[in-house]
């Protein structure tokens, strides 16, 4: 079946810019999953939703950051005002609930480089 | 906090030859453990994963068993191949109300010559 998908897959932008970031998570899957892959940092989580609940924003690393979900399935990461240091690689994850023993499935991921 | 120390590389061996990535883990009450490998060029993909002391995940021929008096979860093959190429992570999760997130370690990456 269709794995998780994100769009763009690169996306270059300049410094002070908005960007948005999409993922299409697992059909049925109720838990979604934002991390972040760079050189400096590795991967850093930074925002988790789970069914209707209150998402789980603390990995959000300024108030620059922010991301929503719709209708419980696609997300949308959005960078305001991007900075150099926000270059990197996005990576979304789903998986099928939000449960500690549950496998997250990654998907491809965005490549944002910030000039 | 919750944190995963993953033995940094980079690991070169031959073909064959046997492989070892230490991790260790630090969480507040029993985290599940996972394992994840990026081929090149590929995403993220689930190798294997424990949830509970002395259980053993095993994938592809790797094994690691979650050691809950040292806190580690080494990952451990018998014979590597040159197809075992790729950048592995160890991860944990946080257990309690914050179990969606996932702590990962630093990556090894793994290069096996023919």
């Known amino acids: 079946g269709a794995g998780v998908s994100q769009s763009p897959s690169n996306k270059v932008t300049e410094k002070g810019k908005d960007v948005e970031l999409r993922c299409d998570p697992i059909?049925?899957?109720?838990?979604l999953y934002w991390y972040r892959q760079s050189l400096g940092q590795g991967l850093e989580f930074l925002i988790y939703?789970?069914?209707?609940?209150?998402?789980?924003k603390s990995g959000l690393p300024s108030d620059r950051f922010s991301a929503e979900r719709t209708g419980g399935s696609v997300s949308t990461l959005t960078i305001q005002r991007t900075q150099q240091e926000d270059s990197a690689v996005y990576l979304c994850?789903?998986?099928?609930?939000?449960?500690?023993?549950?496998?997250?499935?990654f998907g491809p991921g965005t490549r944002l480089t910030v000039l | 906090g919750n944190s995963v120390t993953q033995m940094e590389g980079p690991v070169t061996l031959s073909e064959e030859a046997f492989l070892t990535i230490n991790c260790t883990y630090t969480?507040?009450?029993?985290?599940?453990l996972f394992w994840y490998v990026q081929y090149p060029g590929e995403g993220l993909q689930l190798l294997l994963k424990?949830?509970?002391?002395?259980d053993k995940g095993s994938n592809k021929g790797f094994e690691a068993t979650y050691r809950k008096e040292t806190t580690s979860f080494h990952l451990e093959k018998g014979s590597v191949q040159v197809s075992d190429s790729a950048v592995y992570f160890c991860?944990?999760?946080?257990?309690?109300?914050?179990?969606?997130?996932?702590?990962f370690g630093q990556g090894t990456i793994l290069t096996v010559h023919p």
């Open positions: 994850a789903s998986s099928l609930g939000g449960r500690w023993a549950d496998t997250q499935y």
């Open positions: 991860a944990g999760n946080a257990g309690g109300t914050s179990y969606g997130k996932l702590t």
């Open positions: 969480a507040t009450g029993y985290p599940s």
């Open positions: 939703f789970q069914g209707n609940s209150a998402p789980d």
């Open positions: 059909s049925g899957h109720t838990a």
């Open positions: 424990a949830t509970k002391a002395d």
